[in-house]
T-cell receptor, first 110, second 114 residues
Framework: GQQVMQIPQYQHVQEGEDFTTYCNSS?????IQWYKQRPGGHPVFLIQ?????EVKKQKRLTFQFGEAKKNSSLHITATQTTDVGTYFC??????????FGKGTRLSVIA | DTEVTQTPKHLVMGMTNKKSLKCEQH?????MYWYKQKAKKPPELMFV???????INESVPSRFSPECPNSSLLNLHLHALQPEDSALYLC?????????????FGDGTRLSIL
């Protein structure tokens, strides 16, 4: 089955520092989705990437899809305490259910 | 505010009890999902309903029984659960079953099995 690796598992940053999480797949992907789950909350859809090399921005968040469509990253510039939570990538490689990465838990120290 | 509503928010039950989890969405979505999430783990897919028909069962034990009475409702019937079934149970919906569709999650039901 499809393998997905998401790193790092945890990241602790000072408020104002940048943060990046990476997601790698063993197979070529149709698309990748990113979700955020706040502590005690539920996953919330952030974005979907479809095209090779695609880059999308949402305010301080930048999402990239690799040229080979096997990896992706989420970068947050100048983190804030509101960014705290677990960020999951979710992979889709065709007509199969989404496979969630293990997530990266972000802590922001004020 | 979530557009997928789950009840109850918390549930404590014994191993011999029968209970049901409920999920409702009014977004006109035709695919609905049940996930199980253990602490500090990603959501694990249990069931997928597409146009009110069960399309995917990820080898879930029969003590979990899903039901989709109509396009807006999804139930999960629980019977003779085990302590290891304690988890957050998340319902989600998407416009269709195509797995390129964003999924909208409910707040979940936190289930504890005594």
């Amino acid at each position: 089955g499809q393998q997905v690796m998401q790193i790092p598992q945890y990241q602790h940053v000072q408020e104002g520092e940048d943060f990046t999480t990476y997601c790698n797949s063993s197979t070529t992907l149709s698309n990748i989705q990113w979700y955020k789950q706040r502590p005690g909350g539920h996953p919330v859809f952030l974005i979907q990437l479809v095209k090779s090399g695609e880059v999308k921005k949402q305010k301080r968040l930048t999402f990239q899809f690799g040229e080979a469509k096997k990896n992706s990253s989420l970068h947050i510039t100048a983190t804030q305490t509101t960014d705290v939570g677990t960020y999951f990538c979710a992979l889709n490689s065709g007509n199969t259910p989404l496979v969630f990465g293990k997530g990266t838990r972000l802590s922001v120290i004020a | 505010d979530t557009e997928v509503t789950q009840t109850p928010k918390h549930l404590v039950m014994g191993m011999t009890n029968k209970k049901s989890l409920k999920c409702e969405q009014h977004m006109g979505h035709r695919a609905m999902y049940w996930y199980k999430q253990k602490a500090k783990k990603p959501p694990e897919l249990m069931f997928v309903y597409s146009y009110e028909k069960l399309s995917i069962n990820e080898s879930v034990p029969s003590r979990f029984s899903p039901e989709c009475p109509n396009s807006s409702l999804l139930n999960l019937h629980l019977h003779a659960l085990q302590p290891e079934d304690s988890a957050l149970y998340l319902c989600a919906s998407s416009r269709s079953q195509g797995f390129d569709q964003p999924q909208h999650f409910g707040d979940g039901t936190r289930l504890s099995i005594l």
